[in-house]
């Protein structure tokens, strides 16, 4: 596949996932962006105050491999943000970030350990987003948000940013969204599940998925 089709292939996969995650109330209105990496060099990003519902392959915005724009719309206001995530995740290749209702409600509580927002409820959780940490508020667009991200040193594929929404990268597009919806039920489980002494994943059964999945979890022996 040539560069040109591979590209064109991408921008017509993120209005594609963006309009899924749109239809299905994963993130409303304007919210939420999605960037992909490009082999070519730079990334293809959503644009500025555009909904993930109706998004156009070719007014996405092109940036090279500074963040600058080459082509397209403005880009979204979190670049920063994006940026930070690609240079300390040196495997993704994707990162979505939504406002799903689930994750920003956990985002919110008081008891939220910011090394792991989510106790290990499923195995499909660790598998897909390993643990997820919790960065402290920052506003929408505010370049102190990417060097929090950086203070995690890339040993986390999911975050939330409190009062805010997740940011998850992946190695694919595909796997980027699927982490996002995995991390957004589980979030719903916990709020379903508050307060009623639920039982969690065993440490020998975390240490079996981590043999078997090779799933990474930083500082996962709090679970232990």
């Known amino acids: 596949m040539t560069a040109m089709s591979s590209e064109t292939r991408l921008r017509e996969d993120i209005c594609r996932f963006g309009r899924s995650l749109f239809e299905r109330g994963l993130t409303p209105g304007s919210s939420g962006n999605i960037s992909v990496r490009l082999d070519a060099g730079g990334w293809l990003v959503t644009p500025t105050n555009a909904s993930l519902?109706?998004?156009d392959p070719a007014r996405l915005s092109r940036l090279d491999e500074q963040g600058r724009l080459v082509s397209g719309d403005a880009p979204t206001k979190e670049v920063p943000l994006h940026t930070a995530l690609y240079d300390?995740?040196?495997g993704a290749?994707?990162?979505?970030?939504?406002h799903?209702?689930?994750?920003?409600?956990l985002s919110m509580l008081p008891e939220i350990d910011p090394r792991a927002a989510l106790?290990?409820?499923t195995a499909y959780y660790l598998m897909k987003c390993g643990a997820t940490a919790l960065v402290p508020y920052y506003r929408p667009g505010d370049p102190a948000v990417a060097d929090a991200i950086k203070g995690l040193a890339g040993k986390y594929s999911s975050v939330l940013l409190a009062n805010h929404g997740p940011v998850v990268a992946g190695d694919t597009l595909e796997a980027a969204v699927f982490a996002t919806e995995e991390l957004e039920e589980t979030a719903k489980l916990y709020l379903l599940l508050r307060g009623m002494?639920?039982?969690y994943l065993s440490p020998e059964q975390v240490k079996d998925l981590v043999k078997v999945f090779g799933v990474r979890l930083p500082e996962h022996e709090h679970w232990e």
């Not at 290749?93 to 939504?98: C, K, P």
């Not at 799903?100 to 409600?105: D, E, R």
């Open 119 to 121: 106790p290990p409820m």
């Open 53 to 55: 519902g109706f998004l």
């Open 100 to 105: 799903s209702t689930h994750s920003v409600a």
């Open 93 to 98: 290749r994707a990162i979505v970030h939504l």
């Open 88 to 90: 300390t995740r040196g």
């Open 197 to 199: 002494n639920p039982r």
